[in-house]
């Protein structure tokens, strides 16, 4: 099983980026799809996920309005963009595969961006 993030990197404040998660050894349509960061001396926070049946999607309050989670199953890939960035955005941004109906649970191994001021 693999997942790969990517489309990170270092943007100024108001910019957008696009990451990235493709998805590899994995029955990827049954699997729900989040977005997490981790800033420097932060814990890990979840800020969107994607459901894998019914695509619902759900947003942490520090994103909602700006983030967008979107899937495609034909790829195998799930996207996060990313708009109005702001320097707390700056963080090392994971991609998990949760599967619904036990503990198969998958990380990639993270994409950075940096929001200048």
């Known amino acids: 099983v693999q997942l790969v993030e990517s489309g990170g990197g270092l943007v100024q404040v108001g910019g957008s980026l696009r990451l990235s998660c493709a998805a590899s050894g994995i029955a990827f349509d049954d699997y729900a799809i989040g977005w997490f960061r981790q800033a420097p001396g932060k814990e890990r926070e979840g800020i969107a996920c994607?459901?894998?049946?019914?695509?619902?999607?759900y947003y942490g309050d520090s994103v909602k309005g700006r983030f967008t989670i979107s899937r495609d199953n034909a790829k195998n890939t799930v996207y996060l963009q990313m708009n109005s960035l702001k320097p707390e955005d700056t963080a090392v941004y994971y991609c998990?595969?949760?599967?619904?109906?036990?503990?198969?649970?998958?990380w990639g191994k993270g994409t950075t961006v940096t929001v200048s001021s």
């Open positions: 994607i459901g894998s049946s019914d695509g619902v999607k």
């Open positions: 998990n595969a949760r599967y619904p109906y036990d503990t198969r649970d998958y």
